[in-house]
């Protein structure tokens, strides 16, 4: 098997759950399982792996849990949801890739690894958090947060109430030698889950953990380039990306180049909660050295490699 470099593959968290009928953990369990499949197709086509993913709903879910408990336990902290959400899709991914390997008799082991992310403590973002989390509250109960826990709530498009939290940009993640290491060493690395778990340095360097969300494409483009991958993956819900999209005269692009994608992000071809993030993500691992990067959707990634299908997006 000839060795094709090393690939950062960015799942999204959304796509453990199928539907509003599917949301269970042994569904999430399956759904993942489905994509880990894609991910050993890749490895034996020769890839290393570092796999990283989502985690909105399911940190959504963790915060409901902890609301729904308050009369009787400690509420959970951002930071926390974040640790412990990389932690339970940890596990799924790699024992699901870990059954893989054995039902594929390769000699193969996947470890995943709790990661942390640095923001910067004076990133704006602070100042003017847009992010919405948890659940939709009534006005007086997100007034009543506000004042009693500093929440910033926001009335979120005639839907209810919401919390809303800082989404920083991240600078370094702490794990990215311990993660490259057990790339060095054969390992397929699940990490940097939800874009790692947002912490910031104090004046001593010490790491405080944060009420803070970081985009989960951002995060892995940080770390493909921290750990110089050949290849950026985003795994999302659709084959291509395209231009002019659901409108009449939809266009389908293959390749383009970074100026090419500037090019249409200026345009407006993008939408801000789906695919602007994930082709920002790409253009800074581009600019800072990465070679290339695709974007297409789990069950494609295979063929896609061999240039049959998916977005391909080169400096």
Not at 8 to 28: F, R, Y
Not at 29 to 57: F, R
Not at 123 to 145: H, V
Request: hydrophobic letters at 40%.
């Amino acid at each position: 098997m000839e060795k094709k470099g090393v690939a950062v593959v960015a799942v999204g968290g959304n796509s453990l759950i199928k539907d509003e009928d599917h949301k269970t953990i042994p569904d999430q369990y399956h759904a993942g399982k489905e994509s880990m499949k894609h991910i050993v197709d890749m490895i034996e086509q020769g890839w290393e792996v570092v796999v990283t993913h989502g985690n909105g709903p399911q940190v959504g879910f963790i915060l409901r849990r902890s609301e729904l408990s308050r009369h009787e336990l400690h509420d959970v902290s951002l930071d926390f949801c974040g640790a412990d959400s990389q932690g339970s899709i940890g596990y799924m991914f790699a024992m699901a890739l870990h059954n893989e390997f054995l039902a594929r008799g390769m000699k193969k082991q996947a470890a995943a690894i709790v990661t942390q992310t640095i923001v910067d403590r004076n990133d704006k973002a602070f100042q003017n958090p847009t992010k919405p989390i948890g659940s939709f509250m009534d006005e007086k109960t997100a007034k009543e947060r506000r004042d009693k826990e500093g929440w910033v709530v926001v009335e979120d498009a005639g839907r209810g109430w919401r919390r809303v939290v800082a989404s920083p940009i991240p600078q370094k993640i702490v794990e990215a030698e311990a993660i490259n290491s057990l790339i060095k060493a054969g390992f397929t690395v699940v990490g940097v889950g939800g874009g790692g778990i947002p912490v910031i340095e104090d004046e001593n360097g010490n790491l405080v953990g944060v009420e803070a969300v970081i985009d989960k494409d951002f995060g892995s483009a940080l770390l493909a380039n921290l750990i110089n991958a050949d290849l950026f993956v985003i795994s999302t819900a659709v084959e291509k990306v395209a231009i002019n999209f659901n409108k009449p005269d939809q266009k389908w692009i293959d390749k383009m180049t970074a100026a090419e994608a500037r090019k249409y992000m200026e345009e407006g071809h993008f939408a801000k909660g789906s695919m602007l993030p994930k082709i920002q993500a790409i253009l800074k691992f581009l600019d800072a050295g990465g070679k290339k990067a695709l974007i297409t959707n789990p069950e494609n990634i295979g063929r896609a490699l061999k240039g049959e299908t998916g977005t391909w997006i080169v400096p």
